[in-house]
């Protein structure tokens, strides 16, 4: 097994993050110090440390956080503000988030100890779809939904075609359904911005074929059995 996928699996670090680790000269195996983090190793035999610690695979967890407005995606943050660290405080293995949302966003959040997980769901060319539901101000027409689905130009290049379709309309304000299979930063608000209709309200309701449910606001769960077939199955796709 290659290094930097060792040390994803046993939760310490993501793969990209593990080539810091061994830049630095943090990273011993069978007690000499390594400079490549591909270089292969027997998970069984040989002894791996990071800053003289054992590495050792730990018991994954992957729970589904539904997280409110308000709350940033990070574990901690210098300034005080709440992060979404003080709603799994009882998670009993560290947890750290599969991607991010806004702090004005809610929704589904996956999160795990899992680096290949977190690897698989996150990296752009795997192109995994994210599903909002948006209540956006005016009143959205099929043929703003056309500029949607067919990629729209936004400051930092042409988005994705998206999918999109009206909830429901409600006096003033349009919800809609918007799918991408991507994660820039404010995407789906840049996006509805961009065909002239201010979002309001933004919630993230499916990451890569797994659905927010059964889950209050601000709580977690474990997934599913269901839930981590269908999760093998994608890891597996993206493995090959």
């Not at 304000?173 to 911005?193: A, D, H, N, Y």
């Not at 890569?208 to 999760?231: N, P």
Request: hydrophobic content about 35%; glycine content about 8%.
């Amino acid at each position: 097994m290659r290094l930097h996928k060792f040390l994803s699996i046993c939760g310490v670090a993501s793969r990209r993050s593990a080539e810091k680790l061994v830049a630095a000269g943090r990273v011993t195996v069978n007690g000499h110090v390594v400079s490549n983090v591909r270089r292969g190793i027997d998970p069984e035999t040989d002894e791996i440390r990071l800053d003289g610690n054992r590495v050792q695979p730990e018991t994954k967890v992957y729970i589904m956080l539904n997280k409110p407005t308000g709350y940033l995606t990070t574990m901690k943050d210098p300034h005080g503000r709440k992060t979404i660290s003080e709603l799994v405080r009882d998670v009993p293995q560290r947890v750290v988030p599969v991607g991010r949302l806004d702090k004005d966003t809610k929704g589904l959040l996956l999160m795990t100890n899992d680096g290949e997980v977190t690897y698989c769901l996150t990296h752009p060319k795997f192109e995994l779809k994210k599903t909002y539901h948006a209540i956006v101000e005016g009143t959205v027409t099929e043929e703003e939904l056309d500029e949607l689905r067919s990629g729209i130009e936004l400051s930092d290049g042409a988005a994705s075609p998206a999918e999109a379709r009206v909830l429901a309309r409600q006096g003033d304000t349009t919800s809609l359904e918007i799918t991408i299979p991507e994660g820039r930063k404010k995407q789906v608000r840049r996006m509805c911005s961009a065909i002239r209709h201010e979002v309001i309200a933004l919630t993230r309701v499916a990451m890569a074929g797994i659905e927010l449910k059964d889950v209050a606001e601000g709580k977690w769960r474990y997934l599913s059995s269901d839930e981590m077939s269908h999760l093998r199955q994608i890891i597996a796709q993206c493995s090959t």
